[in-house]
């Protein structure tokens, strides 16, 4: 199915979200509330998530929306919204440019668009099934994203936020990974998936994930001919948590991530 509607309305909305987000970046007077979860949240957050739901409101009335903000709003139980209005909240409020609004449309339980905006980067990722995976640097022409050609662990570059959550998923995954990898570097949330699939880093993990965190960036890790599912091997979405790689590495990595379960 052609979802090339749907693609530039999700374009659209990262827009909208980029000027809201930006507009609060760096801000004294920026307002900050603690979530149950302990997580920061911002005004930011709520604007930005506020105006992507009103814009799919009017324009795909019928969808339903899942928004880290603000929970879920009921519609049509085969297309639903993914929003993270601002993913690296805790950068967004310390001045760190490493954050983005990331949006996905799930069509039939199938995740069939994905956009990463990052404005403080100035760069954007997106991708549609069936239609590559594309990123773009400071207003250039978009580049086809293509993970890396690594097929060695030994060899290979490794990416993740920190350790925290980690002994909830596997007591050893994590060091056992950092032991058998070339390099390790803490690029954390959204970045480390998408340097994946830009072909920078051949693997990324983390291990407590909402389905917001990780909704866009599946169609842009797979069209770029990666693999991305839970460390279990089920589904992204369904996992709590995510391992990202280049495909060539993703069942040894698997194997590491579960071997002391």
């Not at 199915?1 to 507009?23: K, N, P, S, Y």
């Not at 919204?81 to 983005?100: C, Q, S």
Request: glycine share 10%.
């Amino acid at each position: 199915m052609d979802h090339a509607a749907d693609l530039d309305l999700a374009l659209r909305m990262a827009d909208a979200a980029d000027i809201i987000t930006m507009e609060r970046f760096g801000a004294l007077d920026l307002k900050v509330e603690t979530k149950p979860d302990l997580t920061p949240v911002t005004e930011a957050d709520k604007a930005a998530e506020a105006a992507l739901r009103g814009m799919i409101t009017r324009e795909r009335p019928e969808d339903s929306v899942l928004g880290e903000e603000f929970g879920t709003s009921e519609g049509s139980a085969s297309r639903r919204w993914i929003i993270d209005p601002i993913d690296g909240t805790k950068n967004y409020v310390r001045g760190v440019p490493v954050w983005a609004t990331l949006i996905a449309l799930v069509e039939e339980g199938e995740v069939v668009i994905g956009v990463v905006s990052a404005p403080a980067l100035a760069r954007r990722w997106w991708a549609s099934t069936g239609a590559g995976a594309w990123g773009t640097m400071l207003g250039r022409e978009p580049v086809r994203l293509e993970v890396s050609g690594v097929r060695a662990l030994s060899d290979a570059s490794l990416s993740y936020s920190d350790s925290v959550g980690w002994s909830n998923r596997t007591e050893t995954g994590l060091t056992d990974l950092i032991a058998a990898t070339w390099r390790q570097r803490a690029y954390g949330d959204f970045w480390s998936h998408i340097l994946v699939a830009e072909g920078a880093v051949d693997i990324a993990a983390e291990p407590e994930l909402g389905a917001w965190d990780i909704g866009a960036i599946v169609p842009i890790v797979t069209e770029a001919g990666g693999r991305i599912t839970a460390f279990d091997g089920r589904p992204a979405l369904e996992g709590g948590c995510a391992v990202t790689t280049n495909g060539l590495l993703h069942d040894e990595v698997l194997q590491l991530l579960m071997s002391d379960r």
